[in-house]
């Protein structure tokens, strides 16, 4: 049994609620995603999502955004999936029930469980409670529930959650003899944004608290940017000395930090926001900045910052040094965790090192940021020595002139450079003068993204990052230096809304993510496995998805009813050329697809790789055979035309340790055995010369892969052939003596018999192109000279002084001594015009001036007539 709870708003009031799991569901990871959408009435955006992951932590996750929602609290430890919730206030499912609900506001109300705390709401302000701070402490046998809000000056009410029983009516954290409107140790919340680690010490608990003020907000009975708070031993509020650090009076209205993130180790509490790079600068960039305070004895002068980077460095920078280096400036969310081996091993860090991974964004002039995003692992043991190292520049002796830093928390110094041992040095707030910077996994290829949220965990030796967009999307990659490996990319929502970057990892086999009023169950193993298309991409998809090949579709074992596979893929074809060949021929066929060869690279053998084309072996041509291509050769003759035949392959690779090896079979139809033949060629005869364009007509003159075809001893090269596989066009080459030839066609060496034949005739001459003139649409042509008959098509070529090459083809009309053509539409100038006869080119160029179109002029008479006199061979046309 489990307690899960809820934070929501029902109508004005914020509710508690808690769920109880009456049993548990393991439910198969491929289902992607499952949302819970909270009752009507609830806010729009989750406040915090609380896990209790281990017992004995020594730290507690906190809630990292400053919107108000909904929280979910796991007290149990155990694994487990949220199914389903239902709008209603009835029981929510067979799992899932509605067992306790505390309302949190409005002030005033007499339904209010936590206005009961003998303080007056600040006048002015919202009576509507927004939860700012929801912690979770283990204690062991029973947890506490920490509440502060923005109302009643941020005071906070706690609540005692022991397993299988209702929680405690809170007790309010508030004595109002203790706190004054100077100094009010119990005013913990700001509305602009709390975080806050509550971590113990010894035995005591302590908030570290980090809260986003202004005037107001400061004046509140004295609220502080940084705080430390010890809780009471009577757990009904805190001591009186409250140690910290404020925004000094001048900049707490300019001088905005907002802070993004909280986390602790064993000696440190860190504080992550995002703030101006420094308060007396007008044209300053927003920076990251990462602070943190020891948890033993801990002092205001002990605190420590140190602004983080994340860049991309350009490989080619050295060579090139107008490349800079890129600032992702800004965090957008964080998430506290460690690395697994692989990545521990390229970071150079322990697995149990502490790593802080973080989302950045450039941002604009405005602070605003871009859809520019970048991921960085920071370990924290560096961030800690860079931070020692420059609190000892600081300190030691030197020339450099260095900063102190913290100029909004105290007057500006520099640093004194003096004895190291001195303490008197040391004990001052110090901020590390120069950056420390981890380079961006993704090396600048996230641009129109912004990375909004982030958890990252370990599978295996792997280190996994989920991480949310602004969009609503999740992407889920495989850190690693040398390459990155994403295997995930889906929309958690149907609508394009921000994941919020409240996050939190609930168990080994679930992710929980905050995409408006709704709770994402996500597995850190991905969304299944039916989003990889082909077997290929389905086993060389990470390990730990479960991946294998099941009857055409990527799937897990237990979805499969058939033969499942994790290390062998089938072959699969899916084109092939030509799709006829010739019966008797010796063809090459083509087969394109993909799974021909595993990425191990195997030598592709006859052994291996084994094919049929119907009844007939092909036999495969390794050398120019590849993964994606297998060509082989039938050298048998088939007994006569075969339709619509298979063409079946069978794979045998052998098995390898590591990786997918190919084994199987694949058949597709649509293969043909043809006799190809000729009918027709035209024309018959053509210029000894050669250049006569020849068209032989049949059936099946596009079978196979290879054609030739010969005039007598000579080649007429083929030009094209048509797409209906009746006609092949080829030009004649020239000979020295006219004849008439025999006509020869081979495809795929298959001899095309025929009775046409081919005369080789006189070559014509031209004497005369006339007129010399003509107009821009073009005009009649007509060229004079012998043997004009033995061609079958004149060219008439035009260039002119300043235009492109112009032409027009004629048919010649069997007269021996004259043939009109056209002349090519031209350009108003004067340039050169010659024919070409088959073979013989341009010939008789000469001058040839190209005028404006002519128009008729009409007859000014009646009628526009005009009529002879006997007699008369003159008239008037005016």
């Given at each position: 049994m489990r307690c899960l709870g809820v934070f929501c708003k029902w109508g004005i009031d914020r509710v508690l609620y808690l769920m109880l799991i009456h049993e548990v569901e393991t439910v198969p990871y491929e289902e992607t995603s499952t949302s819970c959408e909270f009752f009507p009435g609830c806010l729009h955006h989750v406040l915090a999502v609380h896990l209790r992951l281990h017992r004995t932590s020594g730290y507690v996750h906190q809630p990292q955004d400053l919107v108000k929602m909904c929280l979910v609290a796991d007290t149990s430890g155990l694994c487990t999936k949220i199914l389903s919730c239902s709008p209603t206030n009835e029981p929510l499912s067979k799992n899932l029930t509605k067992i306790w609900e505390l309302r949190t506001g409005p002030v005033g109300s007499p339904d209010c469980d936590t206005c009961h705390c003998d303080i007056e709401n600040e006048p002015g302000t919202p009576l509507d409670t927004d939860n700012q701070v929801l912690v979770l402490e283990v204690q062991g046998y029973f947890d506490f529930l920490y509440i502060c809000g923005s109302t009643q000056y941020g005071v906070c009410n706690s609540v005692e959650i022991e397993l299988g029983k209702t929680p405690s009516k809170p007790q309010c954290l508030f004595d109002k003899k203790a706190n004054l409107a100077s100094a009010c140790p119990d005013c913990v919340a700001s509305p602009l944004g709390t975080k806050v680690s509550a971590v113990k010490d010894r035995y005591s608990t302590y908030f570290f608290t980090a809260a986003t003020i202004n005037t107001t907000i400061a004046g509140s009975f004295g609220k502080q940017s940084l705080s430390i708070r010890r809780l009471l031993a009577t757990e009904d509020g805190f001591l009186p000395q409250v140690k910290g650090l404020t925004v000094l009076p001048e900049f707490q209205d300019t001088f905005t930090i907002d802070y993004i993130y909280t986390f602790s180790?064993?000696?440190?509490?860190?504080?992550?926001?995002?703030?101006?790079?420094?308060?007396?600068?007008?044209?300053?960039?927003?920076?990251?900045?990462?602070?943190?305070?020891?948890?033993?004895?801990?002092?205001?002068?002990?605190?420590?910052?140190?602004?983080?980077?994340?860049?991309?460095?350009?490989?080619?920078?050295?060579?090139?040094?107008?490349?800079?280096?890129?600032?992702?400036?800004?965090?957008?969310?964080?998430?506290?965790?460690?690395?697994?081996?692989?990545?521990?091993?390229?970071?150079?860090?322990?697995?149990?090192?502490?790593?802080?991974?973080?989302?950045?964004?450039?941002?604009?002039?405005?602070?605003n940021p871009i859809r520019k995003s970048a991921l960085c692992a920071i370990p924290i043991d560096d961030v800690n020595n860079e931070i020692e190292k420059g609190v000892e520049s600081c300190c030691s002796s030197g020339t450099e002139q260095l900063s102190r830093g913290l100029c909004h928390f105290q007057p500006c110094e520099m640093c004194p450079h003096e004895n190291p041992d001195d303490l008197t040095c040391k004990a001052v707030p110090t901020m590390v003068a120069k950056p420390y910077y981890r380079v961006d996994f993704f090396n600048r290829r996230m641009n129109n993204v912004l990375f909004t949220s982030i958890l990252v965990t370990t599978i295996e030796t792997k280190t996994v990052a989920h991480i949310g967009t602004d969009d609503g999307r999740l992407l889920q990659v495989i850190l690693s230096r040398s390459s990155l490996v994403e295997f995930a990319n889906y929309s958690l929502v149907e609508d394009m809304q921000k994941v919020s970057r409240i996050a939190a990892v609930h168990s080994s086999e679930s992710l929980l993510f905050v995409v408006g009023n709704k709770l994402i169950n996500v597995s850190p193993r991905g969304p299944g496995c039916a989003h990889f298309l082909n077997c290929s991409v389905c086993l060389a998809a990470p390990k730990?998805?479960?991946?294998?090949?099941?009857?055409?579709?990527?799937?897990?074992?237990?979805?499969?009813?058939?033969?499942?596979?994790?290390?062998?893929?089938?072959?699969?074809?899916?084109?092939?050329?030509?799709?006829?060949?010739?019966?008797?021929?010796?063809?090459?066929?083509?087969?394109?697809?993909?799974?021909?060869?595993?990425?191990?690279?195997?030598?592709?053998?006859?052994?291996?790789?084994?094919?049929?084309?119907?009844?007939?072996?092909?036999?495969?041509?390794?050398?120019?055979?590849?993964?994606?291509?297998?060509?082989?050769?039938?050298?048998?003759?088939?007994?006569?035309?075969?339709?619509?035949?298979?063409?079946?392959?069978?794979?045998?690779?052998?098995?390898?340790?590591?990786?997918?090896?190919?084994?199987?079979?694949?058949?597709?139809?649509?293969?043909?055995?043809?006799?190809?033949?000729?009918?027709?060629?035209?024309?018959?005869?053509?210029?000894?010369?050669?250049?006569?364009?020849?068209?032989?007509?049949?059936?099946?003159?596009?079978?196979?892969?290879?054609?030739?075809?010969?005039?007598?001893?000579?080649?007429?090269?083929?030009?094209?052939?048509?797409?209906?596989?009746?006609?092949?066009?080829?030009?004649?080459?020239?000979?020295?003596?006219t004849s008439e030839v025999d006509v020869k066609v081979l495809i795929d060496e298959s001899t095309i018999s025929t009775t046409k034949t081919f005369k080789y005739v006189v070559n014509p001459e031209v004497t005369g192109l006339k007129p010399n003139c003509g107009f821009k649409r073009g005009s009649k042509i007509t060229i004079i000279g012998q043997n004009l008959d033995s061609v079958s098509q004149a060219i008439i070529n035009y260039r002119g002084n300043t235009t492109t090459p112009v032409q027009t083809v004629c048919v010649g009309n069997g007269n021996p001594n004259q043939m009109e053509c056209t002349s090519p539409v031209c350009e108003e100038s004067t340039g050169i015009l010659s024919v070409d006869l088959d073979g013989a080119k341009e010939l008789l160029p000469q001058i040839f001036n190209c005028h404006p179109n002519g128009e008729p002029i009409p007859f000014e008479t009646e009628g526009h007539r005009l009529e002879l006199s006997p007699g008369q061979d003159k008239i008037s046309v005016h």
């Open positions: 180790t064993a000696e440190y509490v860190y504080f992550l926001s995002v703030q101006w790079e420094s308060p007396m600068k007008p044209n300053a960039r927003l920076q990251t900045h990462l602070g943190r305070l020891p948890i033993t004895d801990s002092e205001p002068w002990m605190y420590r910052e140190i602004v983080l980077e994340c860049r991309f460095e350009p490989k080619r920078r050295r060579r090139s040094s107008w490349i800079k280096d890129v600032v992702y400036n800004a965090v957008q969310a964080a998430h506290f965790s460690t690395a697994g081996k692989e990545l521990a091993d390229e970071l150079g860090v322990k697995m149990d090192s502490p790593i802080l991974y973080g989302v950045f964004a450039e941002t604009d002039e405005k602070g730990f998805m479960g991946c294998g090949w099941c009857d055409g579709i990527c799937s897990q074992m237990h979805q499969c009813n058939n033969q499942w596979s994790s290390n062998s893929c089938p072959p699969v074809i899916t084109q092939f050329f030509p799709s006829t060949v010739p019966s008797n021929g010796k063809s090459e066929i083509t087969l394109c697809g993909w799974n021909f060869q595993s990425p191990s690279r195997p030598a592709i053998t006859q052994t291996s790789h084994q094919l049929n084309v119907g009844n007939s072996s092909c036999t495969v041509i390794p050398e120019r055979s590849s993964s994606s291509q297998l060509v082989c050769r039938i050298d048998g003759e088939v007994s006569g035309p075969e339709q619509n035949i298979d063409i079946t392959m069978q794979v045998d690779e052998k098995r390898v340790e590591s990786g997918y090896f190919i084994s199987g079979n694949a058949r597709i139809q649509g293969f043909s055995f043809v006799t190809p033949e000729i009918t027709d060629i035209s024309p018959g005869f053509g210029p000894k010369i050669g250049g006569t364009l020849i068209t032989l007509s049949g059936k099946h003159l596009d079978a196979g892969g290879s054609r030739t075809v010969s005039l007598g001893d000579r080649i007429c090269p083929v030009e094209s052939t048509s797409s209906n596989e009746t006609t092949l066009v080829c030009r004649t080459e020239g000979v020295e003596e």
